[in-house]
């Protein structure tokens, strides 16, 4: 790279941003991050990597220590409660196709501290506490303006700008003029418990999906945790299904105990299905959640967009060697289609078939996966698609 290049200007320092510095930091391409954050989250957000995700993320040498933090889990489920009759689905199926044929259970700020460690130990640049404020370009740069925590003004010159700035994005407006979809109906409450499901639940994973009579639920087992996904019951109302005694009686419904359920966290979220029209303007660029959000049932947006940074990094890589920059429009076929028909979709399709209430359809649909989940063929053929594994395959064949 001539050592005049303007460095790539990113904006974001999640999964997605500092993927994306790795990636250029690898390739020996200048960057910097603009994160408005003055220091890395540790809410829960994203707590599952799929397959294909932990190879791409072994290339950059932080697959090991993330699977050193995280929860291995060779299978997930779904599950009717109480009776426990189950479909289990078991990834070796595709110990073929990827060097780690689990998913893993970790938060996403784990990896974040991994690959911002990584990424300033490198010699990058992090700019944390710097707030995106206004995006300018011309047919040879970028131009950020930013506002610094003590409230200072600064500017930032960039070959390229990519918007990783997440789902209340500062940089979608100016590359996106739609961003269509739909907010669904429920509110998902999540709450998190040490309690030890897993001794009281028979045949329990580490990832399950429940239906309950008139409802359903979801248990995801971290290291140290449990996340516990409910949904207000029949008429309550959002304000009383989080109230202690709310959640206490739905988790004694999931596992009757003596002992309470120690309840650490409590959060309420609205799910969205959206998408921009276009990922790309000029010299800026969207990734992850800025151009894409979908249900998490699945846990498949973090791992989508840790893919469009794979995707998008590349490209750049190829046009800063030469390519014209018209191949950006590339990256927008592969990875908007993808996310669109696969992700979006298939996460639609997961979230439909939690929320159906007919006890015989849903008899149906348990039935139906059961019989996937015996027939070798289909169970692979179901896990490279679920794993994202078909979706990356589909996108690298778009020309």
């Known amino acids: 790279m001539p050592n005049s290049l303007k460095p790539v200007v990113i904006a974001g320092a999640g999964p997605v941003g500092l993927t994306a510095a790795r990636l250029l930091q690898e390739r020996g391409i200048p960057f910097l991050v603009l994160e408005s954050e003055a220091e890395l989250p540790d809410d829960l957000r994203a707590s599952t990597f799929h397959p294909p995700t932990l190879d791409m993320l072994e290339t950059l040498g932080a697959a090991a220590p993330l699977i050193a933090k995280g929860l291995i889990s060779p299978t997930w489920q779904i599950r009717m409660h109480p009776s426990g009759d189950r479909a289990v689905f078991d990834l070796a199926a595709i110990a073929n196709d990827t060097a780690h044929p689990y998913r893993l259970q970790c938060t996403q700020s784990t990896l974040c501290r991994i690959l911002l460690a990584q990424v300033v130990e490198r010699g990058g640049t992090v700019h944390m506490g710097t707030k995106v404020e206004a995006v300018e370009q011309s047919d040879d740069g970028v131009r950020v303006t930013a506002t610094t925590a003590d409230g200072e003004t600064e500017v930032f010159e960039g070959s390229f700008l990519i918007g990783a700035d997440g789902s209340r994005s500062v940089i979608r407006d100016t590359v ?75 988790l004694q419904e999931i596992a009757p105990s003596n002992e309470p359920h120690v309840v650490e966290e409590i959060r309420p979220y609205r799910i969205h299905m959206r998408i921009v029209d276009n990922y790309r303007k000029g010299r800026i660029v969207l990734a992850g959640d ?51 028909q696969e992700i979006l979709t298939q996460a639609d399709r997961n979230r439909a078939r939690m929320q159906e209430r007919a006890p015989e359809r849903r008899r149906e649909m348990l039935t139906e996966l059961q019989r996937i989940a015996d027939d070798p063929a289909k169970m692979r053929e179901h896990l490279l698609r679920t794993s994202m594994i078909t979706g990356l395959r589909q996108a690298g064949e778009i020309a």
């Open 290 to 340: 800025a151009a894409h959000l979908n249900s998490p049932s699945g846990g498949m947006g973090m791992n989508g967009g840790i893919h469009d940074a794979f995707e998008l990094v590349a490209t750049l890589a190829e046009i800063l060697d030469g390519a014209p920059i018209e191949l950006l429009d590339r990256y927008t076929r592969r990875r908007r289609r993808i996310a669109e």
């Open 176 to 250: 996106a003029s739609s961003f269509d979809g739909k907010t669904y109906p429920e509110t998902t409450i999540l709450a998190t418990t040490r309690f030890p499901f897993e001794e009281h639940l028979p045949g329990l994973s580490n990832v399950n999906y429940v239906w309950k009579e008139g409802g359903t639920f979801s248990l995801l087992r971290l290291p140290d945790l449990w996340r516990c996904s409910l949904y207000p019951d029949g008429d309550e109302t959002i304000e009383d299904a989080t109230q202690p005694a709310s959640i206490a009686r739905k």
